[in-house]
C-alpha cells in the first residue's frame, strides 16, 4: 500500500476540482444575473490543454456562444460544447 504526501493529496485535489468544473457564462438568477466571462479571460480545452482568450460573449436565439481566439485562430463556442472548457 502506498502512502500519499502532501503534494500527492494537493494534486488528487486540483484534478477532481477541475474534473467537475464546468464554463460558466453567468452567476445568479433574474436580477441578480452577473456575467463572469468576459472580454480577456483565458479559457481551456480540457481535451487538447490548447488556451483560448475570450473576445466576448454572445447572446443569440439559441443560447449564450463565447468567441475565442489564440494565435492564428477565432473559435466560436457553442453553450452546448462548455463542459469542454475550463477557465484558465
Known amino acids: 500500500m502506498k502512502t500519499l504526501s502532501k503534494k500527492d493529496i494537493k494534486q488528487l485535489i486540483a ?9 460558466q457564462v453567468y452567476a445568479g438568477k433574474g436580477d ?6 468576459d472580454t480577456g479571460l483565458k479559457i481551456r480545452h ?3 490543454g490548447l ?4 473576445i466576448k460573449p454572445i447572446e443569440d ?9 489564440r ?3 477565432k473559435l466560436l463556442i457553442h453553450s452546448k460544447d462548455f463542459k469542454d472548457y475550463e477557465r484558465q
Open 51 to 54: 488556451v483560448y482568450t475570450v
Open 15 to 23: 484534478v477532481a476540482a477541475m474534473q467537475k468544473e464546468n464554463l
Open 71 to 73: 494565435p492564428g485562430k
Open 61 to 69: 436565439e439559441n443560447g449564450i456562444n463565447i468567441l475565442c481566439h
Open 32 to 37: 441578480k444575473k452577473e456575467k463572469i466571462v
Open 46 to 48: 480540457k481535451p487538447t
